[in-house]
């Protein structure tokens, strides 16, 4: 039996008819369908500007050079997120630290947040930044962390790389209603793809124009000096990156854009099948949702433990893999890595998001798994556990 995987791409043939017609174009990159695509996902979002780059690690590190984020400054993350939310602020020479997790959503706790600004201010370390992670594919609670911002004088890069297509207080995610940036990644796995890529997204004009001159080395073309040195002439004003994506990613990412909310509404049918069917297993109940939040579904999370049914996390999780079941587990704690232990970081300084990834598997969700799937993934699960 062909292996459930965990997450993946859904290609039709106006996807590949759209890169086609690129191919078949004067532009490969640097051309009309990066525009076409960043309008596109700008006024799905409802922000005023979006800027595609090569991925959604390239889109942090951007949104945090454009906030000017150094050596001085310290950056906040949540725990429970790939390590890409925490490194941005290193690869500025900043330091990092971390929000312990709410135990309901997974996402990081308002409250926690708030006790700990609570203290920075006391001790004089608050964050320059803050980087609330949208877990799984569902908005962190964002007016209070905007709420705390104005407070507390942070800015807030929202890493959204699970939730385009989600919703927050009835509006798109990443409309930046309550943050200086989000950021979509559109890697394959996730609800749209242009192979490798991702978005920042902004209201801002002067961090706009910030990232998108950073995104492509930090040079100046000026159409004066063009006009009277020569059309060839430009300046390295600062030092920036090649983090630019393709036309051929674009018009992908264009293509999948207009599908993404039947992607979303397939991955909520699957999470009702789960829910309906997982219900009588004794496993941890689903992920909470909150009503502020209709979540785009990136993930499915099931918590396996021990004392209920006799088996390990890892037990259970060869077990699925046994059976042609392509599990995964989201996400080792950032603050465990062994570079964040340099640090000084230990692991219970985070209980939150340790116990839940003791207890942690997800399950296969994207819009291309098939009822039939699905019945055999949960029909495993009650062989095994039962």
Sequence with gaps: MKTIRYGQQFIDEN???????VLNSDFLTCGPAVEKFEKAIAEYTQSKYAIAVCNATAGLHLACLALGLSTEDTLWTSPN????????????GSKVDFVDIDPRTYNLSVSALASKLKQ?????RLPKVVVP????GMSCDMAEINQLSKEYGFRVIEDASHAVGGKYLGKPVGNCEYADFAVFSLHPVKIITTGEGGVVLTNNTELYEKVKFLRSHGVLRNKHLSDTVGPWYYELIELGYNYRITDLQCALGWSQLTKIENFVKRRHELALRYDQHLQDLPLQ?????????????????????????GKTRREVFDALVERGIGVNVHYIPVHTQPLYQRMGFKEQDFPQAVDYYT???????HYGLTDQEQDHIIKSLYEILL
């Design 15 to 21: 996807d590949i008819q759209a890169v086609i017609d």
């Design 81 to 92: 997120t790939f390590v890409a939310s925490a490194n941005c602020a290193l690869y500025c």
């Design 120 to 124: 920075a201010q006391k001790e004089n």
């Design 133 to 136: 992670v949208h877990f799984a």
């Design 285 to 309: 109940r689903p992920i909470y949702r909150s009503a502020d939040s209709y979540s785009a579904l990136h993930l499915y999370p099931i918590l396996v433990e021990e004392n209920k049914h």
């Design 359 to 365: 207890k942690a598997i997800s399950l296969p969700m």
